[in-house]
């Protein structure tokens, strides 16, 4: 089976470079790359070229937002799996052969560990956790970004793409809407996919991501299955969930009031052991009868 990798590029000239020779440079090898240039004003084009060739394809688009570049990619694929991977991270050069293995086995996808690197220099690890529903751990919100997937083609096109409409969480809700369609997830544990979180770590992109979250939850799609009395209650679960998870966020921005508003949010929507540990928590920091 041949692999397409999707790269989705925007002012991306001092990171290009990396993903690209990242992709290309694979031990199960794609059978084409398309970098998608989402109207980058930068030299990401300059970059790109010198890499251009009979594998490595560019597209420019006037800038329409990632979900309008990756769609675009997915439309001139022609490989019967889909690889993206976004131009700020990078992949170890085993990530698709290991991927590979589970597809022949008989997933539709397969998603990978991560190393996280952020705003402040810190990194940590994220390995992938396997869910007998890949919906129920959706629900519990874990991360299947698009640059650790790798996805068969039939499956991706027939869930829709991308949604235009979301700006930040388009990745969670495309693969909501792959495991509605029933698409067979498998996890590769390990970490193999560099993740830049470097660049997302304002408060005002943080308030935008759980905003985008409560859209994704209000279109319905991770509710599937569930009805009645079981339906209301996993709506709760989701929505405690994303408040907690921006209440981590302001904690980790600094912003005691929002983290404080968030939690209550949160516990106001589901009171789960874990938002309500944050709580107390936070409660005796500022208290100072918990150590920092």
Request: charge should be positive.
């Amino acid at each position: 089976m041949s692999i397409s990798v999707i790269i989705p590029v925007f002012n991306g000239e001092k990171t290009i470079c990396r993903a690209l020779e990242s992709a290309v440079g694979q031990t199960f090898p794609p059978q084409e790359v398309w970098i998608i240039d989402d109207g980058s004003t930068d030299g990401t084009r300059q970059v790109v070229e010198a890499f251009v060739g009979e594998k490595v394809h560019y597209l420019y688009q006037a800038n329409a937002g990632v979900a309008s570049a990756r769609n675009r990619g997915m439309q001139a694929a022609s490989g019967d799996l889909l690889a993206f991977l976004d131009a700020d991270d990078y992949w170890d050069p085993d990530k698709l052969a290991k991927q590979m293995k589970a597809i022949n086995e008989g997933a539709d996808l397969v998603y990978t560990g991560r190393w996280i690197y952020g705003p402040d220099g810190e990194v940590s690890v994220e390995n992938a956790r396997t869910y007998d529903s890949p919906l129920d751990g959706l629900r519990k919100r874990i991360h299947i970004l698009t640059s650790v997937i790798l996805v068969r083609s039939s499956i991706a096109h027939a869930a829709g793409g991308f949604d235009l409409d979301l700006r930040g969480s388009e990745d969670w809700d495309f693969v909501i809407r792959l495991a509605k369609a029933g698409a067979r997830f498998s996890a590769v544990e390990e970490p193999l996919v560099h993740y830049d979180n470097s660049s997302l770590g304002s408060l005002s992109h943080s308030d935008r991501i759980w905003a985008e979250e409560v859209k994704v939850l209000s279109k319905g799609d991770i509710l599937f299955g569930l009805k009645g009395i079981r339906r209301v209650c996993g709506r709760r679960k989701v929505l405690s969930a994303i408040f907690l998870r921006a209440a981590l966020n302001a904690r980790g921005k600094g912003k005691p009031g929002k983290e404080v508003a968030h939690l209550l949010r949160s516990i106001g929507s589901w009171p789960s052991k874990q938002a309500c540990k944050v709580l107390l928590v936070t409660t005796l920091r500022y208290l100072r009868l918990y150590p920092t």
